[in-house]
């Protein structure tokens, strides 16, 4: 089933944050602002520092599009603190790193692998009503890009924005948009 559309349901979760602190995350952190949820399988892997230190890379620019990063995996926030003080790619993490050890999230995002007790690669973007607007599951050796992600963040905002305009493919900010009617059906 779908989660598009859907609001995130209640949870509570220990994070890492900013290479010295452990908070608090709720569902209503994803309230009022533009949210980017991204599971990973575990920390201590391969795919998973190179995924995290894109989004790391990016970050900046998803603070200027007023977007907050969540990334998670089933390991606890503990684990994302060792990770953090041993490796040059998570060391540079500014965003909160939730530990997901009771799978609550997981299973919520629908992307928990219950043979392995690991998240699949789940992207989700959610928006300041904390309604889940862009789902992107990946298979456990395909990495993501945080630049396409930027891209699909910046088409939710646009529509959010502007009731009655939708963003074709490859829409970039800026371009042109359509105007779903009657008068385009077949037209395109």
């Excluded at 230190?53 to 998670?72: A, F, H, I, P, R």
Aim: negative net charge; contains cysteine.
């Amino acid at each position: 089933m779908s989660l598009i559309g859907k609001e995130v349901q209640p949870f509570q979760a220990k994070a890492f944050k900013d290479g010295q602190d452990f908070i608090d995350v709720t569902e209503q952190d994803f309230k009022g602002q533009w949210s980017v949820v991204c599971f990973y399988p575990a920390d201590f892997s391969f795919v998973c520092p190179t995924e995290l230190e894109d989004l790391q890379n990016n970050y900046e620019t998803l603070k200027e599009l007023g977007v907050e990063v969540y990334s998670v995996s089933t390991d606890t926030h503990f684990v994302h603190k060792g990770w953090h003080d041993s490796s040059e790619k998570i060391n540079k993490i500014k965003y909160p790193m939730i530990g997901d050890p009771s799978q609550q999230l997981s299973r919520q995002f629908d992307v928990l692998n219950e043979e392995d007790g690991l998240a699949d690669r789940g992207t989700f973007v959610i928006d300041p009503d904390g309604v889940i607007q862009t789902v992107e599951i990946n298979a456990g050796g395909i990495g993501r890009d945080a630049d396409n992600l930027v891209g699909k963040i910046k088409a939710a905002q646009y529509v959010r924005n502007n009731p009655g305009e939708v963003c074709p493919a490859k829409w970039e900010e800026g371009e042109e948009t359509l105007t779903p009617s009657l008068d385009l059906v077949g037209k395109i």
